[in-house]
């Protein structure tokens, strides 16, 4: 398997507003194992109407009565947070990363030099926001939850149309918080695959970790999950969010797969080798056998340990004269 996996930790939102709590989900998530920290860039103005309704899960998260404009005025974060927080993550050398949700905060984007840009699902239809980040020849990570092949392949045309290195990876993805088991179509990452030909991954909105250590299993080559410090706090992401130990939990399991997977050639392992002899077999004798006497199926028998000759060499011996005595369980030799 060619290079790790890519493990995002989604600070997103999960900050609510509080530029400590920020920089507290970085440390989190440089101590879990994760690569990437990413938050989320809006302004709320440019991203709803002041009449949207917040999502479902967005109102059982909270306790507040409030529209969705309301709710996202009070995440933002301003131009000196993305500063303080970029420093916090250049001091720890894990990758700081943001998500843009409108054209406004993409092209503030553009000035952080990121290494990156991660398109959230809600955008694979907004074409303007599509086409400008094609023109910024960087990497691109794009997420497809609630969206069908026609419409990923649309959006794959968008930015492949500018983005002239073409390094783009598509994450499956599914946008319910959490996600019902039933719901996740893991197989439908290796669709995405077979169709775009780009390496794939999985955005993961499920309660555990054990379908994020699935996806990499299955060849997924970037992980993202949410991140918060605690699961009871107010705020749209927290309870479909890992804490800091389940982070750390869900990174060792992918490690430990990325391990497993190996190269792909059939031999035996390192581990293994020693235990060839003990655990295989050898032709033995079944009964005395006299000098010049023939093997037969009659007075050879197959026993450990296995550093004689092979069983599987049988017929071949079958026939031929024995060079000297051979006592009972002894190994045969020719």
């Known amino acids: 398997m060619k290079g ?3 493990i ?3 600070a997103g939102v999960n900050h609510n507003g509080d530029i400590d709590l920020a920089h507290a989900l970085i440390d989190e998530a440089y101590k879990a194992g994760a690569d990437i920290v990413k938050f989320q860039t809006f302004q709320a103005s440019e991203l709803v109407t002041k009449s949207a309704e917040k999502a479902e899960y967005q109102k059982i998260s909270s306790s507040t009565v409030e529209s969705q404009w309301e709710m996202l005025k009070q995440l ?3 131009s000196e947070n993305h500063f303080q927080l970029i420093k916090h993550c250049e001091t720890l050398g894990i990758e700081f990363l943001t998500t843009a949700f ?3 905060s993409l092209e503030f984007l553009t000035k952080l030099n990121l290494t990156r840009f991660k398109i959230p699902s809600g955008e694979i239809t907004n074409y303007p926001y599509l086409k400008r980040i094609s023109e910024l020849n960087k990497p691109i990570i794009l997420s ?4 069908d092949l026609l419409e990923v392949e649309n959006a794959f045309k968008v930015l492949k149309s500018n983005n002239h290195n073409k390094n783009i990876i598509i994450l499956h993805c599914n946008t319910e918080y959490p996600t019902p088991m039933e719901d996740v179509n893991l197989n439908a990452m290796l669709s995405l695959q077979k169709k775009f030909q780009v390496d794939v991954g999985y955005s993961d909105h499920t309660s555990g970790i054990e379908i994020a250590i699935a ?6 080559k970037v992980i993202e999950k949410h991140l918060t410090l605690d699961k009871t706090l107010q705020g749209p992401d927290h309870q479909a969010s890992l804490n800091p130990l389940e982070f750390q939990n869900m990174v060792n399991g992918i490690r430990n797969i990325e391990l497993a997977l190996g190269d792909g050639v059939k031999r035996p392992s390192k581990s293994e080798s020693k235990n060839i002899a003990i655990a295989r077999k050898s032709l ?9 006497e023939l093997f037969s199926e009659d007075n050879m028998n197959v026993k ?8 599987m060499r049988w017929n071949e011996i079958i026939g031929q004269k024995a060079k000297r005595n051979f006592n009972v369980d002894d190994l045969i030799e020719i």
């Open 4 to 6: 790790k996996v890519l």
């Open 8 to 10: 995002i930790a989604e």
């Open 76 to 78: 933002e974060l301003t």
């Open 102 to 104: 409108d054209l406004q």
């Open 144 to 147: 497809t939850g609630m969206s």
């Open 215 to 220: 996806a990499v299993a299955l060849g997924a």
């Open 284 to 292: 033995v004798a079944k009964e005395s056998i006299r000098e010049g």
């Open 304 to 311: 450990r340990p296995g550093n004689g000759i092979s069983p």
